[in-house]
């Protein structure tokens, strides 16, 4: 640290995010992108652009992107808020709306807790259940802060019903509900629809995971005009132009070509479950994921010894420094020939342990 910085720096305990080797030749199945490309409308807008426009400040209110996203999800655009991905989102809301705390699961994002520390907002974790490590919903009734969520959990991938979700909405009538949806795409069923009938409901999406556009930075929220226009005076009093031109042309196209989406939206799925089950026959405890990456253990290595090893084959996995989670790696679901390299290095792995 200079000795210009604030105290509070010091303690400050930053994300770590999964290594983006730049180099070619690395299969990355270590930070939950998807294996394909933008949709080609996106490309196609991305050169119709005219760079003469980047002299220009874009849109602050990003109208086009918003009717957009509106439209897709049947609300009004008063009801959605657009971020420099979902990350930015969240850090708005906690300072938008945690200045009593926040509760959320033991195991998480774990982006959740960097932001309270950054914005000092109090913790609390809610335990899961030992058994399987869900989400019990009974252990965020009542709470006396706000709620944030994900769901899909991360990074265990197992998601809650709407039902569920509902029972956690009603039993905080006076708390708000934050929603993180970065993996709903993936077969769990959205709160968004019930965002017409809880004000105290906000779902938190990003075009990171399912819209294959991390490298764009779009993320959105969808909730009660009160929350928006909240969300709205915070990214006013911060950054009006928080989504660049770019950007915003990638997410409208993204958004109108539904087709692209659900074809690889659905291979990604298909993809997850064919690995899942040659997971399972090589011996591994894998989770009931409904996201795109594979949370699971194996009885003869811990998590480092599955990642150092499959980094020699240059393969990227995700472990994690919780202690919690040694025995665990979380695995992004690429394309089927990505995978079958994969299950391919740890059958020898498994073989040479032998
Ligand atoms: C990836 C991820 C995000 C962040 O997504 P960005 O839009 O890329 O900032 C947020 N929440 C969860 C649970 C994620 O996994």
Redesign the pocket.
């Known amino acids: 640290m200079s000795r210009f910085a604030n105290d509070f720096l010091s303690t400050l305990s930053p994300y770590v995010p999964g290594e983006q080797p730049q180099e070619n030749g690395w299969i990355k199945l270590n930070?939950?992108e998807s294996p394909y490309p933008p949709s080609p409308r996106v490309l196609d807008a991305l050169h119709t652009q005219q760079a003469q426009n980047l002299s220009r400040y874009p849109d602050p209110t990003a109208k086009n992107l918003v009717e957009v996203i509106a439209t897709y999800y049947h609300v009004q655009k008063e009801n959605v808020f657009v971020?420099?991905?979902?990350?930015?989102?969240?850090a708005f809301c906690y300072l938008a709306f945690c200045q009593n705390g926040v509760c959320c699961p033991a195991i998480?994002?774990g982006?959740y807790p960097v932001f309270a520390e950054l914005f000092q907002v109090p913790y609390e974790t809610v335990p899961l259940s030992p058994m399987d490590l869900s989400i019990k919903p009974e252990s965020f009734f009542h709470k006396n802060k706000s709620i944030l969520l994900?769901n899909p959990?991360?990074?265990t991938g197992t998601a809650l019903t709407l039902e569920q979700l509902e029972q956690i909405l009603k039993n905080n009538p006076n708390q708000l509900v934050m929603i993180?949806e970065?993996?709903v795409d993936f077969g769990a069923q959205s709160a968004v629809v019930l965002t017409q009938h809880y004000d105290n409901l906000l779902v938190?999406?990003?075009?990171?995971?399912s819209r294959s556009l991390?490298g764009a930075?779009?993320?959105f929220a969808i909730g009660h005009s009160a929350l928006i226009q909240d969300l709205n005076r915070i990214k006013f009093s911060f950054n009006p132009y928080n989504l660049n031109r770019m950007t915003i042309q990638a997410g409208i196209a993204a958004f109108l070509d539904v087709d692209y989406f659900q074809a690889t939206t659905q291979s990604v799925v298909n993809t997850r479950e064919k690995t899942k089950r040659r997971l399972q026959h090589l011996g591994f405890h894998v989770f009931d994921s409904l996201?795109n990456f594979l949370f699971v253990s194996h009885e003869s290595f811990s998590g480092q010894t599955l990642y150092e090893a499959l980094k020699q084959e240059k393969i990227l996995v995700r472990t994690f420094q919780n202690a919690e989670l040694t025995p665990y790696v979380r695995i992004s679901i690429g394309t089927d020939s990505e995978m079958a390299v994969l299950i391919h290095a740890i059958e020898e792995i498994i073989s040479t342990a032998k």
Not at 83 to 90: A, P, Q, V
Not at 204 to 209: G, L, M, V
């Open positions: 930070t939950n971020s420099n991905g979902s990350d930015e989102t969240l998480s994002y982006f994900a959990n991360a990074p993180d970065a993996y938190i999406q990003t075009c990171s995971k991390a930075r779009l993320g996201a």
